[in-house]
């Protein structure tokens, strides 16, 4: 496996992590990373669970600070400092004021709730139905990105297929009109697309989003990707990382970026 960046992942600050941070750095390295950047999670108005995802983003910050401060780990080894933001368009106001407010190296924009109720649970397909819920999960995607654009990454795009094995079935061609339009918002406003591993983690072949999706980024005029593994616990840091250069390769891609002071850095794949 070539040495990537891991630019997706989790750590006690997250409502649903509770590794320690210095794990998740010092497991990193020993899975062979070229450098990370955590990105714990502020979902505000999490509906099914209030303020479960209420990120304390200065505890987060001074727990990082203390750490990439000291001598714990090769100072060779870069971690860098993000936030992944659960968009609902209510809250773009919200997030604009948190987002300046903070000197965040790199900030993911996802979908985690569509109407109130978050795809992982169950009811989410009992009241929209498989095919249903996912467009209408599609839809969501483009109001937020409409919505709000302080972000530089789309997280896990097709991230709903993760929790139905029907909508697993689902070719892009279902819905290859709304995806097209998201793709269309990302590239005109600079946003780079996320090839996020943590697909493999739940039975899935391809990452997400799925091939023909990031070979349709590329054919639309995408030149931005970025890799995560959404890991959340430590054996989870480097799932499908072995896969990551061949998908980038069959999409047409020689090089990924990581971003640092809210600039993309490039990579160039071996």
């Not at 929209?128 to 409409?146: D, L, P, Y």
């Not at 279902?174 to 780079?192: G, Q, T």
């Not at 697909?199 to 030149?223: D, Q």
Request: contains cysteine.
């Amino acid at each position: 496996m070539n040495k990537l960046w891991n630019n997706h992942m989790h750590c006690e600050f997250s409502g649903d992590s509770d590794t320690p941070m210095e794990d998740m750095i010092t497991s990193s390295i020993k899975a062979g990373m070229y450098g990370i950047t955590l990105t714990d999670h502020l979902d505000l108005d999490y509906y099914s669970s209030p303020h479960r995802f209420d990120l304390d983003i200065d505890s987060y910050r001074k727990h990082y600070d203390s750490l990439t401060d000291s001598s714990m780990y090769n100072k060779e080894f870069e971690v860098l400092w993000g936030i992944e933001l659960g968009l609902q368009p209510h809250l773009a106001e919200k997030h604009e004021e948190i987002i300046s407010s903070y000197n965040f190296d790199f900030v993911i924009g996802s979908t985690h709730q569509v109407d109130k109720i978050d795809p992982y649970f169950p009811e989410y397909f009992e009241k929209f139905g498989v095919k249903g819920g996912v467009r209408r999960f599609f839809e969501v995607t483009a109001e937020n990105i409409e919505a709000y654009k302080n972000f530089d990454s789309y997280g896990h795009l097709d991230y709903i297929i993760r929790y139905s094995d029907e909508a697993k079935k689902l070719p892009y061609e279902e819905y290859s009109d709304i995806i097209n339009e998201i793709l269309a918002l990302l590239i005109d406003r600079e946003k780079a697309l996320e090839i996020n591993t943590g697909a493999f983690k739940f039975g899935l072949k391809e990452p997400n989003p799925c091939i023909a999706t990031i070979k349709k980024y590329k054919e639309m005029g995408g030149k931005l990707i970025t890799l995560g593994s959404d890991a959340h616990k430590t054996e989870q840091i480097g799932v499908g990382y072995d896969k990551i250069s061949g998908i980038l390769k069959e999409c047409g891609f020689n090089s990924y970026f990581t971003y640092k002071n809210r600039k993309p850095i490039e990579y160039t794949i071996g």
